[in-house]
T-cell receptor, first 109, second 114 residues
Framework: ELKVEQNPLFLSMQEGKNYTIYCNYSTTSDRLYWYRQDPGKSLESLFVLLSNGAVKQEGRLMASLDTKARLSTLHITAAVHDLSATYFCAVVRNNDMRFGAGTRLTVKP | ETGVTQSPTHLIKTRGQQVTLRCSSQSGHNTVSWYQQALGQGPQFIFQYYREEENGRGNFPPRFSGLQFPNYSSELNVNALELDDSALYLC?????????????FGPGTRLTVL
């Protein structure tokens, strides 16, 4: 069964600091996504990672994928308050998509 | 080009009732997926429709059913509502390149079951 684990589930960090969110999954997958969700809002697609070693960057966020380790990371560089949100990874295998529980990120001044 | 839209935005029902939620996919998208997101949790995949056929289903009972229409809009029907069905229901549409390609999510329908 495809399982997805994120850690940490809660993350409080200061502005300007760096941190990494981890996403582990249990079986081989076809692709991996990262999403952002603001409170009471829908999901916003951040990255789609398709192959081993894929790295994508957008602003202060960088996502990478290691299919051999079944691990994806979302690295936050020099955090700012606007990054406060919940971040989900999601893994696709065959015709199923599984989400992690989410990492609730709070960036404090 | 319009994005994914859902209706209604909020809905209150009582146990045992039936509900229909609607989703209009983004222009040109032929795949629609539905998700249930309980408060404080990640979305759970309900099912996906590709060119009007069910193309995958998560671990949800048969009282959750769906349709996709020729214009690729979609409905989610839930019969015999239970309290645990209270959640945000999200639909997402995908580009024609294939199922589970990059998905664009709608704003969601918040269902409360009393």
């Amino acid at each position: 069964e495809l399982k997805v684990e994120q850690n940490p589930l809660f993350l409080s960090m200061q502005e300007g600091k760096n941190y990494t969110i981890y996403c582990n999954y249990s079986t081989t997958s076809d692709r991996l996504y990262w999403y952002r969700q603001d409170p009471g809002k829908s999901l916003e697609s951040l990255f789609v990672l398709l192959s081993n070693g894929a790295v994508k960057q957008e602003g202060r966020l960088m996502a990478s994928l290691d299919t051999k380790a079944r691990l994806s990371t979302l690295h936050i560089t020099a955090a700012v308050h606007d990054l406060s949100a919940t971040y989900f990874c999601a893994v696709v295998r065959n015709n199923d998509m599984r989400f992690g529980a989410g990492t609730r990120l709070t960036v404090k001044p | 080009e319009t994005g994914v839209t859902q209706s209604p935005t909020h809905l209150i029902k009582t146990r045992g009732q039936q509900v229909t939620l609607r989703c209009s996919s983004q222009s040109g998208h032929n795949t629609v997926s539905w998700y249930q997101q309980a408060l404080g949790q990640g979305p759970q995949f309900i099912f996906q429709y590709y060119r009007e056929e069910e193309n995958g289903r998560g671990n949800f009972p048969p009282r959750f059913s769906g349709l996709q229409f020729p214009n690729y809009s979609s409905e989610l029907n839930v019969n015999a509502l239970e309290l645990d069905d209270s959640a945000l229901y999200l639909c997402a549409s995908s580009l024609p390149a294939g199922p589970f390609n990059e998905q664009f999510f709608g704003p969601g329908t918040r269902l409360t079951v009393l």
